[in-house]
């Protein structure tokens, strides 16, 4: 259907260009009336138009005003991560300052039109340059430039920097269209090593973990929500299984690209617990959202991961209760090396790790 | 055609055969034709780009509304329900970027003014080759409709957003737009390529070679220095797309792993090794970040000339406004992985680019300021150009303001792939560029087609337009301060998003009231071209050439010899002179009642460049 309509189109175009040369020739012998342009200077026009860009700005003033006041409690409440402070600081200042600039250049460039439209009899000052003037104002923005690229490269130098030697390290993997996050475990606190080759959505190994890897026996992971600890730089290692992903915490100010084939990272603390904001904002059903925010596919829109942050003791008891990985999974026995079986059978055999494990655990069920 | 040589002594034309309507209007050597040729293509497609924008709007202004009765232009991309289909919207922004950067704004916007006013302005014929320049516009007609004819495949167009970053756009598993959609998008942009190169080509030779006696350099008009540098700049970074582009083919294609490593989709592992998708990301943008000074450095040009004339004076600053524009186009190949500091690249190159970034701010406050220092006192005529030149100017500042919060490193992290990106650059390139093309289009239509536009229906498209922009755009910057991802078909799947509702549906009306103002000078554009008012020679009293050639100017431009030139083109109220404006052909020795004292000792000169000869033995 769409070819013949477009064939159709086709053949009409071709029949209206012929038309059209046709005509071109025979028009070629008529006279067109010649008349005299229009006085473009001197009607009431000039002056409307110059006092409607002045009008214009005004009105923009007041709506920028309005605006902002009405848009402004929508915006993201204050950051709950110590960096985001920083960087919400620093956005806010630059944003004054560039706010300043677009009102005096603004002003200016709506105030001359009106100031000097054209008057009958009036002559434009001749003055085709002035060098001072071209200094000055190639200094003053250089120096505003270079005030904000010092402050914005010491926080970005500070906030890219190698994560804090005790942080909580978490790995959070993106696959089209969910997030899933992977846990060290609370024995050896190591991630286990992982190899995309082992991934496989069928046994349910959607890490492609190694359990070549003794560190993957007490690995834990998750597919519906990730807990971090308030109070505790976290490190999340990012990865992506398939195409580009990106992590966004808006609350927390975190983002890092997920790319496959190149793991990235990002670390940050938080000082506000899902319950601290509960309460700050008055609201008992606000959640921490992490979205994806590069491009993937149909589901882009769609991947939520639901972000806890709990207290610290409650955090810690929380990685306690959860279940790894190999546990949940006893058939990837299997594919642990024989040397190694002993290990990973305390993992898919609880009982017997409760009578012979010696150090004081919270009871290990649910 | 294109030599000098053999035309300074015609007079008419009859040595040349009547050219039949195929070889004057379709398959035309003539660089006027070409200009009109490549600004009608330029319009198609912006109406074409536009409307793919209004029905993403509506799926972003009111997430509920039943588009049924879209059903008959968008067939299966409606679903039952009336829902539109998610793979479809991101084919529709993909669309919409690719289609309004590269066939608006760069095709339409330098293929029509480059072509159009570098002859006429530098005092040539034609192109330095009339055949290279109609196969520059055929190359990008063919790519036209293979861009063309992807929108309507089964499989639906291409759907990585315009940036088409692997493995997303390599693996056609991964998404329906990566099939032949992006297969024939690559195509396409491979032969836009080739029309751009071979257009940017013709224009630097031409300017280099061709310019009429006198015209040194620093005689050049704003317009043809700005044609100059985009050229350049086209030049050397569009090659960098080719490339990317071919190593995308190939990954695609012939099994390499240029951007592919580790990568398991749709139950099984794929055997790409050793790729970085990083590597896409900075060839791409190798030639992104060039590409929006190639956006807007015309438009740059055209407000130049449109704001000198329309004051009455000289353009302030010619010097410094021809250094920045050089600065900008040097800083333009240094600063591309300001697009980039989320990837996951070593921090230590965020930093580089981010001082490099900042500094270019700086040549382009200074070209702003320049302008505003025009306008002061002025004897300022509002013609639709002069209104759109202003207007892209207060685009320009505020859309360049907030490029330097996103320069910014540390505080991309919040804003990088959100609505504040997308506010940025449609201030900036998709309304500052747009209304540099649309001055251009009312300032040179009496030039093109002999006719004057309608004043009146120019000012309603302006202020339309104007208050459209702000409205749709300046909104944005909220929506992107609280966090919204961009190329997200509905924001109703988090909390956090679950805001913004009317701001989004305001912006959607103001988009459609917007676009709907372009039909009135689409209206206005076509009637004038038939039955406009008959225009004069130099409607605008302007000084530069294209102004001394007769109405409608036909082959070889002039009529007669080619105009000899004396003086800048921005003699404009100079103290003394009998008129408002002095152009750049009257000698000095002319005009002893308003020469500057350094200008009476150039009166000597004028026998020499007068004696000049054109070498007669280049051939045609």
Avoid at chain 1, 341 to 360: S, W
Avoid at chain 2, 174 to 184: Q, V
Wanted: net charge negative; with cysteine; aromatic share 16%.
């Amino acid at each position: 259907m769409i070819i013949l309509v477009g064939f159709l189109a086709l053949v009409f175009l071709a029949l209206t260009v012929i038309v059209i040369g046709k005509t071109q020739v025979l028009l070629k012998g008529v006279k067109v009336k010649t008349e005299e342009p229009e006085d473009l200077h001197l009607d009431k026009a000039n002056d409307w138009n110059a006092i409607g860009l002045f009008v214009f700005w005004i009105i923009c003033i007041i709506g920028l005003a309005w605006s902002y006041m009405d848009a402004k409690k929508d915006f993201l409440p204050e950051a709950s991560s110590l960096h985001g402070r920083i960087t919400d600081y620093w956005f806010w200042v630059s944003m004054i300052v560039i706010m300043i600039a677009f009102f005096i250049v603004n002003s200016l460039l709506f105030y001359f039109p009106i100031k000097y439209r054209y008057k009958k009899g009036n002559k434009a000052t001749f003055y085709p340059h002035n060098n001072n003037l071209e200094i000055i104002w190639t200094v003053i923005p250089a120096l505003l430039m270079a005030g904000l690229v010092f402050t914005g490269l010491k926080v970005w130098n500070e906030v890219m920097d190698d994560a804090p030697e005790d942080a909580e390290v978490i790995e959070i993997m993106g696959r089209q269209f969910a997030w899933a996050v992977r846990y060290p475990g609370v024995d050896d606190n190591k991630l286990g090593g992982y190899d995309y080759r082992l991934i496989d959505d069928v046994t349910g190994n959607s890490f492609g973990m190694d359990f070549t890897d003794p560190n993957s026996f007490d690995d834990f992971t998750s597919s519906t929500e990730i807990h971090i600890p308030k109070g505790k730089p976290v490190l999340l290692k990012i990865r992506a299984r398939d195409v580009l992903h990106s992590v966004f915490i808006p609350h927390m100010r975190v983002k890092m690209d997920a790319v496959p084939g190149m793991p990235t990272k990002f670390w940050f603390v938080t000082d506000k617990s899902t319950e601290d904001m509960r309460i700050e904002l008055g609201n008992p059903d606000f959640n921490y959202e992490i979205a994806c925010t590069e491009i993937c596919g149909r589901g882009h829109f769609s991947m939520r991961l639901l972000l806890i942050v709990d207290e610290l003791e409650d955090f810690e008891a929380w990685k306690k209760e959860q279940k790894s990985f190999l546990s949940m999974n006893p058939s990837f026995i299997d594919k642990v090396p024989d040397n190694l079986k002993a290990r990973a059978l305390k993992y898919t055999e609880p009982e017997i790790e409760l009578t012979e494990v010696l150090d004081v655990t919270e009871g290990v069920t649910e | 055609m294109s030599a000098v040589s053999l035309h300074s002594e015609d007079h008419g034309h009859e040595e040349h055969h009547e050219l039949g309507f195929i070889r004057t209007y379709i398959f035309s050597e003539d660089h006027k034709m070409i200009a009109k040729q490549y600004l009608i293509s330029g319009i198609v497609w912006a109406v074409i780009g536009g409307l793919m924008s209004l029905v993403f709007r509506l799926q972003l202004g009111f997430p509920d509304i039943d588009m049924s009765f879209l059903k008959p232009f968008l067939g299966q991309w409606i679903d039952a329900q009336g829902k539109l289909d998610p793979n479809f919207y991101l084919a529709l922004v993909t669309m919409h970027g690719t289609i309004m950067v590269f066939f608006v704004l760069t095709a339409g916007l330098s293929g029509t003014f480059s072509n159009f006013l570098i002859p006429l302005q530098i005092g040539a014929r034609d192109m330095a080759s009339g055949f290279m320049n109609m196969l520059s516009y055929w190359f990008f007609f063919i790519s036209s409709m293979i861009m063309f004819w992807s929108i309507f495949i089964e499989t639906g167009p291409a759907g990585g957003s315009w940036v088409i970053y692997p493995p997303l756009s390599a693996l056609p598993e991964a998404n329906p737009g990566s099939g032949l959609g992006m297969t024939l998008w690559l195509v396409a942009m491979a032969l836009f390529i080739v029309s751009s190169l071979l257009g940017g080509i013709n224009y630097v030779t031409t300017v280099i070679n061709l310019r009429t006696k006198g015209m040194t350099f620093d005689k050049l008009p704003l317009t043809i220095w700005a044609f100059t540098f985009t050229a350049i700049l086209g030049i050397l970074s569009f090659p960098v797309l080719l490339s990317a582009a071919l190593l995308l083919i190939f990954d695609r294609s012939f099994g390499t792993s240029f951007y592919l490593s580790d990568i398991y989709i749709n139950g099984h592992a794929l055997p790409n090794q050793g790729g970085s998708p990083i590597l896409f990301q900075h060839l791409f943008w190798f030639l992104g970040h060039p590409e929006v000074y190639i956006v807007i450095l015309p438009a740059l040009g055209i407000s130049s000339e449109v704001i000198a004339t329309n004051s009455r004076k000289p353009i302030f600053g010619y010097k410094a406004m021809i250094f920045s524009m050089a600065g900008i186009m040097f800083l333009a190949f240094i600063v591309w992985a300001h697009h980039m500091f989320m990837t996951g690249m070593n921090p230590f190159l965020g930093s580089v680019f981010m001082i490099l970034t900042l500094i270019i701010a700086v040549p382009s406050a200074v070209k702003a300021f320049n302008y505003i220092a025009t306008l002061w006192r002025g004897n300022i005529i509002f013609t639709p150009a002069m209104l759109f030149a202003i207007g892209l100017v207060s685009f320009f500042v505020s859309g360049g303001l907030t490029g330097i919060i996103l320069g910014n490193a540390a505080l991309d992290i919040q804003l990088h792939d959100t609505y504040f990106v997308v506010a940025h650059f449609h201030l900036v390139m998709g309304s500052a560029a747009i209304f540099g093309m649309v001055a251009g289009v009312y300032h040179w239509f009496p030039k093109m087609f002999g006719k004057m536009m309608n004043k009146s229906l120019g000012y309603v498209h302006f202020w339309m337009t104007f208050a459209g922009v702000y409205a749709v755009f300046f909104p944005m910057h909220y929506i992107g301060i609280a966090g919204f991802p961009r190329r997200y078909y509905s924001w109703s799947g988090f909390e956090t998003f679950d805001i913004y509702a009317d701001l989004n549906s305001f912006m959607t009306v103001a988009a459609i009231l917007t676009f709907s103002a372009q039909l009135v000078f689409i209206f206005n554009f076509i009637y004038s071209i038939f039955w406009g008012k008959k225009a004069t020679a130099n409607p605008w009293s302007s000084n530069t050439l294209e102004w001394t050639t007769p109405i409608n100017p036909g082959h070889g431009n002039w009529p007669g010899e080619l105009p000899a030139v004396y003086r800048w083109p921005y003699d404009y109220s100079k103290p003394g002179a009998k008129e408002d404006f002095i152009p750049q052909n009257i000698p000095f020795s002319a005009t002893p009642e308003s020469n500057l004292e350094e200008e009476n000792e150039m009166i000597e000169d004028e026998k020499i460049i007068d004696s000049i000869e054109f070498n007669k033995n280049i051939p045609d």
